[in-house]
């Protein structure tokens, strides 16, 4: 039998090289020099943020059939690149101006400058509602009774005798919310014009938030779950247990898994599409930059579960996890005041960078 050799490093990145040479090639026809040193940087800025997003999709992707695998870099990728990256940051001035949809689109086409004001005077809307989410999935981490590998030992290992006391995740999620309640900015300065704004534009995405990670949560449960016992063992034929699995938890799972990842990514997404416009105001050299971003993500998510990069790193995951729950942290301080991109990047690569180095020296001594 012929050993399949193994595919290269670079061949994973194929799609990203592609999408990035179109991409520089309409920057250029679009705005010359100027759209490719802004492209090109909006993509470096969306790799950097994102990293402990391709961790986190690899170990949802691990566990998924082949054939959502492929669905999660083609369906996935056009949800990613034009959804999130095109059509949400219009959609966020629809929902919070009194524009119709097609004066939200006019605006983001013919006029950027105005198009950002808008934009930025929904920050604290959109950093309230995707810090919220994103520290829902660190605190499942965190609270979960069932972990048997503990990185921060004395934070881990105490969370998760604290998790069978109760759902301390909702506790600590309703009296965040509680507190931000109380010291939730009723201004924020915008061009350097303060601007009034009611608490419950901040109160309330952080409450959509906690219920978008419960409704999800709860489809999961619903489609992992095909209704009915089956014994695997008791049944006549191995391609009846095929069959079976695959017409159950694989197929179904992997569905709920998709969801979950496009959703996990456009939480991801927000600092980016946000700071993109410190960069440029153009959406189309917003959405190519970031786009070639998210398919140098999506590319290194593939990388890894193909290469065992995190079974094979113990302690990746709950690096990635910290990163989720830094991220969350500084999402929600950025209702009060800005953050730099410098130390958001720092939150997403040095808890990642750290666990990735322990999990190296775990194994030489476990060999």
Known sequence: MVEQKQKSTLSYFNTFFVFFGISVIIEFFYMGLLGIVQGSTLTILELSLSFDNAVVNALILVNMPPLWRRRFLTWGMVIAVFG???????????????????????????????????????????MAFGGMFLLMIFLSFLFN???DVYWIAFIEKYASRWSSIGDLKILIAILTIAIIGIYAPTQILVEEVLKDIDKSDIVLPMIYGILLYLCIEFLRGILEDDGQKHDLDNMETE???????????LAKGGLASFIYLELIDMS?????????????????IIMLGLGAGAFAVRNL??????????????????????????????????????LPHGLIIAFAIIPIAVAFIQSIKENKLNL
């Open 84 to 126: 999130v990256r095109l059509i949400f940051p219009i959609l966020i001035v629809f929902a919070t101006t009194d524009l119709s949809l097609v004066e939200s689109f006019s605006l983001a086409f013919n006029n950027p400058v105005e198009y950002e004001k808008v934009i930025m005077a929904s920050h604290h809307i959109v």
């Open 145 to 147: 009774e069932n972990k």
């Open 239 to 249: 391609r009846e247990k095929i069959e079976h699995i695959a017409n159950s938890k």
């Open 268 to 284: 991801f997404s927000f600092d980016g599409v946000l700071g993109a416009f410190a960069v440029s105001q153009n959406i189309i």
């Open 301 to 338: 998510t593939i990388l890894m579960v193909d290469r065992g990069i995190v079974a094979e790193y113990k302690y990746l995951e709950h690096g990635a996890m910290w990163s989720v729950g830094l991220l969350s942290i500084s999402m929600i301080i950025q209702i009060f005041v800005h």
